[in-house]
């Protein structure tokens, strides 16, 4: 069965440190990946996305993520975080092709930004 | 604004007492999806739907149902609410383009459930 495991649950950083969350997803074929942002009282809103092509993506709000896909990974960076960008963040995973269309999700990493 | 909506935002209610919990989309997609979000272990998926009168169990279906019976609405639905069901629900749909499934997800801003 497909799953997907961020490393990192509650990661605490000062403004203008770098950020990498890690992210690893168990499936042979071929991946969409994606990362999710939920700021405090807020829906998901996507950050990034990879289908194919170019391994480094980048994202909104200077976000970026590599899909190493002999390591099955798909890690987040950001080289300066801002304390708004406290929330929390999903890894998520679908096959392809989906006869579901579902998302398999990360347990999620709660960042918070001391200013 | 495209926008997925789910009413109500908060819900407290009792064992046993059925409710629905709405969810619209005005971006004309075909697919929908219900997740619950549980601390520690992320988005679940409890039931999807390709299109109208198309639904299918997802993850953890049981003490749920859905209905779509127009294209913008997916409404989930505890008949009989327990305890186990407190979570913070999301509504999500999707555009469906064939081939490979570029399955970009647009979410509402979730149902926070208690049960009783």
């Known amino acids: 069965a497909q799953s997907v495991s961020q490393h990192n649950h509650h990661v605490i950083l000062s403004e203008a440190a770098s950020l990498e969350l890690g992210c690893n997803y168990s499936y042979g074929g071929t991946v969409n990946l994606f990362w999710y942002v939920q700021y405090p009282g807020q829906h998901l809103q996507l950050l990034l996305k990879?289908?194919?092509?170019?391994?480094l993506v980048k994202g909104i709000k200077g976000f970026e993520a590599e899909f190493i896909k002999s390591k099955f990974s798909f890690n987040l960076r950001k080289p300066s975080v801002q304390w708004s960008d406290t929330a929390e963040y999903f890894c998520?995973?679908?096959?392809?092709?989906?006869?579901?269309?579902?998302?398999?999700f990360g347990q999620g990493t709660t960042l918070q930004v001391k200013p | 604004e495209a926008q997925v909506t789910q009413n109500p935002r908060y819900l407290i209610t009792v064992t046993g007492k059925k409710l629905t919990v709405t969810c619209s989309q005005n971006m004309n997609h075909e697919y929908m999806s219900w997740y619950r979000q549980d601390p520690g272990l992320g988005l679940r998926q409890i039931y999807y739907?390709?299109?109208?009168?198309?639904?299918d169990k997802g993850d953890v279906p049981e003490g749920y149902k859905v209905s779509r019976k127009e294209k913008r609405n997916f409404p989930l639905i505890l008949e009989s609410p327990s305890p186990n069901q407190t979570s913070l629900y999301f509504c999500?749909?999707?555009?469906?383009?064939?081939?490979?499934?570029?399955?970009?997800?647009?979410f509402g801003a979730g149902t926070r459930l208690s049960v009783l």
């Open positions: 739907s390709m299109n109208v009168e198309v639904t």
């Open positions: 990879y289908f194919s092509g170019d391994p």
């Open positions: 998520a995973v679908n096959a392809v092709p989906s006869n579901t269309g579902k998302l398999i």
């Open positions: 999500a749909s999707s555009p469906r383009t064939s081939g490979i499934a570029k399955n970009i997800q647009y």
